[in-house]
């Protein structure tokens, strides 16, 4: 069977539990592959067997509860839901979909779900009613927090369809894998199998390793006369003219450069002294700087003009079609005409089609008439009289910008780019499949960040640049630095936590303009809305209907008989539920609270009602034989039945009742997902007409394979990939799009690989091996940025046996020292016993937690350190969670005699991999693991003894390279150095400059001279100054004080005055 006809969960038991790993395939981490089909089933096999080896594990193991032979740890990935019931079904927007609830979270009394990641959208759900013996799937569709907190309530689907196998009343179990996430398989996963990834431009590079990478395909297109890099990555001018334009929209020529060159090589003269706006040669005359890169400040072609940045020249409205659909999404709202629509549509936009779907929308991305009227976001930043840095001034892309600091990129654009920034950027604009190694600290986003911004000056790119990041986290951090200089910008996905870019997500832009669609997007939206609102009304009442528990007379009106309806019902002005159940209890024909007695002269009615009622007892209680009755008969009124017959009624009404509304909502339902489906289909066009019109898009790489049809239509020429090492292959394949025709990676292997749920897929077969590392260890040409610029030098030198060229930029060489501690760096030596977490092989250590708690508040208290300078990290959630915990009593209740950071606030604790790409002032690392062995018997551990996470390469260089002014480490150096070679480096260093031991040196502020060893919980408590010295309160107050008093009253009384 081909992998393309591969059903991504298997829905029959049997295949599904089947294990295939003796036929699965090896990732190639060395070597090309045979061809484009084995390449790509190979990465659909492994991703799938990913995603499903969680599954296949739990079910086997609850299988195995029976006769209490199985492996708790098998589970501590899964989270399961007890006494789990279908209570009905309803129509969402979502589509049609079942409701469940559930009486219990396993393992959890009490499930914070507005904050918390369980089952959120689209998690798979593995249900069954047996123990597992047999199961089916289905994905959750509707996950509102307050219906869970209330009443425990979900909506599901089945997996690719409406159906699953639920009874009506059966009680199920069911559990989600919290390490494989299904909607980031799911997408991935179709991509794989599509035809048009044996079309992907770079698959020559990917499968077959080919070295020798070309420059992007619209540049080599050339013709016409264009402009643009050549492979050396040489900025060509295009003729003989005196001002040209070249591809990346810079002004090459003045009338006195007239034939000059500009050249990015070693040694050029790349300054402006003759008009030349730019420079570029490392060790020429650019600009200021040692490294001889930048724009001469003030050439005199260029004196007095205005500063502004480039992708939009002037500051006005670009000529693209976006004229104020994202970039005025900040600015005053357009005026509207009677209909709600924009008079400043643009010409061509009336001329469509007024009603219907039809085909023309499939023209919005053609042509360049489409955007919306209104004011373009002026992209000016700065003030065109500010002072340059050392009276420089830079030209960047079309207009010059003034820059104020090294936090605003690009367009702070400091004269000292170093030259393998220098090299990086050159390889990343010239070749088409562009991979740039940026080890921790160097300025990896800063040098995406300035690509991003030559390419959006690019008269030769079409379509948006697409940039991707695996994490919600650094594609904001990154798109943020975009949107300091380019402001048409669509954020897609809902992870984001920006403020800044909320006003650029694609939601808002739906919700925002969405009068201003266009009228045959417009109509087709509000038809449909209207429709789906319409049978959803319809289908809701079927489905009550289908478990009704009750006949209401709603829905008995509907299978009742209209004599039987007339007699039933005969009290206008009573309560309709009151007269049905005073019936059906066996009370006479009266209203249902009056007291009268019976007529006595009823007796000759009482007869008749007698022989009817005894026809209707004979009859079998089956509905055939009760539904023929009460055709052919002459009963009319159902009151003359007696109590056991009325009862008899009443099921077969409400068993009518089911059938009927189960009958009509089948019936109805295919309609409904029918037009569901347009509705999507519509959607789709919305959201292509509105990204079509920006220069920028960022995703993540689970957003991107969703959205790959989307973007498909869009026809995008430029991809640029942050945190690429972070990527499985597979996910970044699915990326990627036949149109795709420069690809800029932008990673770091040697820092955290792809996280895989099966750690035997990730050491048997190296999925977790990323196609940035399988490039660069393959002898795919890539650059490396080589000056660190974020730790300081002492922190830096126990890196270098990971980064042996990176050297320390000068900026670090200044650094504060840390106050309070007599070294930057330390290791405090120790052998609190670890512990384990049940179930699980997470670890935890509440005697160093309680080290590394004293320490920070120590930090906070009398060095006055805010919250904000110091992280906390930590190899294991588990002991993240046992440090917050001590945090959260802390701050929770006031503790005579202790004081708390200023802000009150807690400090960040966060495990090692929710803290990859970010870096803090100050970071105290949480080791955790500790043998129970004495000291003196460490060496006669066995090596099969494992120390887990703390082993791992490339963990441990992220946990040591977030610092920049002090590292701080806890743990037993002694069990470390036995288990790692790694470790064992490091601690060499740190002893031969007096950095590791069992008493961590603490000293005063003030008084450096005095010191305290500190090596237990109430060391850190009574490390205080008693030293009298004169000195300013950081308040502005003079004070005279003890040097304890003023460490603690700069920490805590600063803020209040």
Known sequence: MSFRDIKVIEEEETEFMKENCSQLPLNRVEGSYGNVEEYLETHFRL???DLVT???????????RKSHNFNCKLLSDIQIYNSVKMVGMRAENAGMEYILKFCSVEGHDYVDWANGKLLMYNSLLCISCDGFETFFWAAVSTRRARDLHVESKIGVRGVD???????????????ESTSAFFEAYQHVLKVLQRKEMEKVVFLRHLVFLEPEVGVPGYLEAGGGGGTGWDVEGRILAAGDIERATNGWGEELMSPKNKGKDTDWGAGSNGSAGEGMDAGWGAGGNGSAGDDGWGWEGKSKANEGKDKVWGAWGNGNAGDDGWEGLVASATAEPMDTDQDGHSENCAAGGNERANDGLGGELDSVTEGTDMGWGGEAENCVWGNEDTDWDQGQEAILAEGKVPYSGADELPGSLIADIDYSQEAAIRHGLSKKLAIIQGPAGTGKTFVGLFITEKLLASVKVRGPIIVVCYTNRALDQFLEGVYKYESSLVRLGTGSKSQVLQRCSLERFQKKFRIRLPKILGRAKVRLRCIQEEMADKLNFHAKCMYAEHVSREALIRVAKEEHMDRLYFCDYCQEDEIYQSWLAGNDKVHPNSACPRSVGESTIENTIQKQSLRFEEIEDDPISIGLFLEYSNMDDVWILDAPSRKKLDRYWLNQIKLQGQKAFWNLAPEYESLYNEMVETKNKIQQYILSSAKILGMTTTVAARFFDILCSIKPQVMIVEEAAEVLEAQLLACLNPHIEHLILIGDHLQLRPSVASSQLAHNYHLDVSLFERLVTNGIEYKTLELQRRMRPAIAYLLAGFYPT??????????????????????????NVESCVDNSGSKFNPGEADLVFEFAMYLMNKCGYSSKDITILSMYRSQANEISQRFLQHFSRKRKGRFKDPNGEAPMVRSVDEFQGEESNIVILSLVRNTTQPREHLDQLSHADSIGFLGTPNRILVALSRARLGLYMFGNATLLAEKSQIWADIIDRLSQNGWIGSRMKLCCPNHEEKIFRVRTISDFRSASCYYKCEDTLNCGKEGYAQGRSLMIANAVFATKH
Not at 806 to 822: A, E, I, P, Q, T
């Open 161 to 175: 369809k409406l159906e699953a196998k639920f009874e009506y009343g059966m009680e199920y179990t069911m559990f």
């Open 806 to 831: 990176v050297k320390d930029h000068r900026c670090v060489k200044s650094l504060d020292n840390v106050k309070g501690v007599l070294n930057n760096v330390y290791f405090l030596d120790h052998i």
């Open 54 to 64: 969680p599954y296949r594990q739990a079910v086997r193991e609850f299988r195995r």
């Open 47 to 49: 991703m799938r067997e």
